[in-house]
T-cell receptor, first 116, second 113 residues
Framework: GENVEQHPSTLSVQEGDSAVIKCTYS??????FPWYKQELGKGPQLIID?????GEKKDQRIAVTLNKTAKHFSLHITETQPEDSAVYFC???????????????FGQGTELSVKP | KAGVTQTPRYLIKTRGQQVTLSCSPI?????VSWYQQTPGQGLQFLFE???????NKGNFPGRFSGRQFSNSRSEMNVSTLELGDSALYLC????????????FGQGTRLTVV
């Protein structure tokens, strides 16, 4: 089945710096890769996602890149702010018609701390 | 547009008891998935329901079950609770079909004592 590895597990940056979180996946058939932000006491919030037919996607200060050949994808946050501090999760999803398709397989999470 | 609503938010149960958790998805969404989140195991998939049918199931024992109603609301049930079932249970709502984006509720924090 699909497996997702996420690095680093913790990341501390100064306000205004960039932060990069990386994930690798094992099944080349995965075609959907969302990123979630989880703040303390809340459920994960979808912040950006990318499909396998796209190499990069941006939304203001957040961008995601996908390298299908290497089977890895990354989250880039520029001009970080203290409110970006949270746990970030990447995930991968196989197509619905695959065995075990449709469910999200999550990485272990990255705790991002942005220091003022 | 209202988000995903999970009830209750917090629950304390004793070993051996059973529990039912509820999830109301975003209006118009037909797919509901359940995940268990623990510090040690992270986010793990329990099962997914689409149009009242279980479409996918994770690697959890049969004590974990679920169902979906005609209005897309879903419930999950855990019988014969064990201490290790203490976790945050999250429900994710998705339009279904080719749309893959999933939106989570706040979760139900279950503590088994």
């Amino acid at each position: 089945g699909e497996n997702v590895e996420q690095h680093p597990s913790t990341l501390s940056v100064q306000e205004g710096d960039s932060a990069v979180i990386k994930c690798t996946y094992s099944d080349s058939a995965s075609n959907y890769f969302p990123w979630y932000k989880q703040e303390l006491g809340k459920g994960p919030q979808l912040i950006i996602d990318i499909r396998s037919n796209v190499g990069e996607k941006k939304d203001q200060r957040i961008a995601v890149t996908l390298n299908k050949t290497a089977k890895h994808f990354s989250l880039h946050i520029t001009e970080t702010q203290p409110e970006d501090s949270a746990v970030y999760f990447c995930a991968a999803r196989l197509p619905l018609f695959y065995n075990q398709g449709g469910k999200l397989i999550f990485g272990q999470g990255t705790e991002l701390s942005v220091k003022p | 547009k209202a988000g995903v609503t999970q009830t209750p938010r917090y629950l304390i149960k004793t070993r051996g008891q059973q529990v039912t958790l509820s999830c109301s998805p975003i209006s118009g969404h037909r797919s509901v998935s359940w995940y268990q989140q623990t510090p040690g195991q992270g986010l793990q998939f329990l099962f997914e329901y689409f149009s009242e049918t279980q479409r996918n199931k994770g690697n959890f024992p049969g004590r974990f079950s679920g169902r979906q109603f005609s209005n897309s609301r879903s419930e999950m049930n855990v019988s014969t609770l064990e201490l290790g079932d203490s976790a945050l249970y999250l429900c994710a709502s998705s339009p279904g079909g080719v749309r893959a984006d999933a939106f989570f509720g706040q979760g139900t924090r279950l503590t088994v004592v």
